[in-house]
């Protein structure tokens, strides 16, 4: 079975990650995994800290020789800020004296920090923001890229688009998902429409002339799916509600949609549904309203799941606010922060989205080794065919 765990602060030397259960023998090359922590410092929107970090990741368990061995893989990711924040973040008691910041006392609303500090007891807000902070999705896209690797091992490619920031939306009807795939790569937001994308760029100048922030939607796709990840038989156990989740625990994720998701609701029931055809010795469809998805089950069509973003919490613009510790009133207004990170946040679903395609997988086809899974993988496929 697959889980992971991420661990580190915003501030801190590093982020750290570690992923259990991908089988043995999986080809794994550190430069996959350093091209989606590159892919998620891109987007047009982000703010100082951009410049300042070069994620790169560096594995130090599980893999050896390009191969990984079937033990947890452990990824390294250093935070070059941290240089500029060694004594606020020195983990020895000396360093609450020295810490040239003093501590945070004015929380931020939309932010973990009035409900974190409340909850774990602490005058200094910085010991929630720290971890609260969306610096941590690094050692998310890290864990996802592996997953991705072992997906592709099964034909399975995950990859995001942009379709919304502030009231912009894409229309990318009549696309192929490889040319949505290929424009978005190249687009500076991420986004499959040429024209939507540059209206986007301004709505974000126009954010930051403002002192204000945007949110917007991404979806992620996965390619080719087997039918039958996830199952209907335990709340638990359904793929859709666990892809659900992992979209949700995104920083600032605040709607997730599968398939038609919300529009669905909208139609009649003939308009919402993915009638049932056998064409060259399959079952398929024809549409893809259930987004790759029914009874919390892969049906074999695309699994597509899209992700809302509120404007980020952090603004130039102040907003009302109560010091935790004098309870003065004052207005919440900060320094350096990022304007719309929409962009980056679809190559963080991209990981999560992965993992939890992953996990499925894993949990279907076990194995220890690849060469086990792919066994059973193709077992499988020749038992839906046969049928
Ligand atoms: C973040 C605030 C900003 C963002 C950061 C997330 O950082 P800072 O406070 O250091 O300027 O740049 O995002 C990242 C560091 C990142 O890698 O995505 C926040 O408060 O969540």
Known sequence: MLRYLTAGESHGPMLTAILEGIPANLPLAVEEITLDLARRQQGYGRGGRMRIEKDEANIVGGVRHGLTMGGPIAILIANRDWENWKLTMDPTPTGREADPKGPVTRPRPGHADLAGALKYGQQDIRNVLERASARETTARVAVGAVCKRLLLQ????VFSHVVG????????????FAEIRERAEVSPVRCADQQAGEAMMRKIDEARSKGTSLG???????????????????????????????????????????????EGARCFGSEAHDEIFYEDGRFMRRTNRAGGLEGGMSNGEPILVRGAMKPIATQYAPMASVDLCTKEPFKASIERSDICAVPAAGVIGEAVV???????????????????MTRNYQGYLTSVRER
């Open 354 to 372: 992965a993992y939890e395609i992953a996990r499925a997988f894993t949990e279907k086809f076990g194995g220890d080794s690849l060469e086990e």
């Open 165 to 176: 920031i502030g009231t912009v939306v894409a229309k990318t009807d009549g696309l192929s």
């Open 154 to 157: 099964f034909g399975v490619e």
């Open 216 to 262: 917007g939607v991404f979806e992620v796709v996965a390619l080719n799916p087997p039918v039958g990840l996830g199952s209907y038989v335990h709340w638990d156990c359904k793929l859709d509600g666990r892809l659900a989740q992992a979209v949700m625990s995104i920083q600032a994720i605040k709607g997730v949609e599968i398939g038609m998701g919300f």
